[in-house]
Nanobody, 116 residues
Framework: QVHLVESGGGLVQPGGSLKLSCAVS????????MAWYRQAPGKQREMVAQ???????NYTDSVKGRFTISRDYAWNRLYLQMNTLAPEDTARYYC??????????WGQGTQVTVSS
């Protein structure tokens, strides 16, 4: 059974940083592509960052240069380091594994609020 559990969200002031973590189980962590998505109230869920099975990283334009996706093979964790946060980054952030064992997998999400 695939299980994704996000953590690390919270309230942060503009310009601050947060590091999100996703604990992954039930997956061949070394080959599965993974991604972080976010969804703000009233908006569609959007891809923020993805890490392919070959190790390539892709980011949506609005976070390039500020966010970094990475994974820890020893602990089976996916991370999202978020720097220089802005109010428009406020959203619920989700860990995602696409098309693994015939379906997409999502965590429950972690809330990030950027506000002074």
């Amino acid at each position: 059974q695939v299980h994704l559990v996000e953590s690390g969200g919270g309230l942060v002031q503009p310009g601050g940083s947060l590091k999100l973590s996703c604990a992954v189980s039930g997956v061949n962590f070394r080959i599965a592509p993974m991604a972080w998505y976010r969804q703000a109230p009233g908006k569609q869920r959007e891809m923020v960052a993805q890490l392919t099975s070959s190790g390539s990283r892709n980011y949506t334009d609005s976070v390039k240069g500020r966010f970094t996706i990475s994974r820890d093979y020893a602990w089976n964790r996916l991370y999202l380091q978020m720097n220089t946060l802005a109010p428009e980054d406020t959203a619920r952030y989700y860990c995602h594994i696409p098309q693994y064992r015939g379906r997409d997998w999502w965590g429950q999400g972690t809330q990030v609020t950027v506000s002074s």
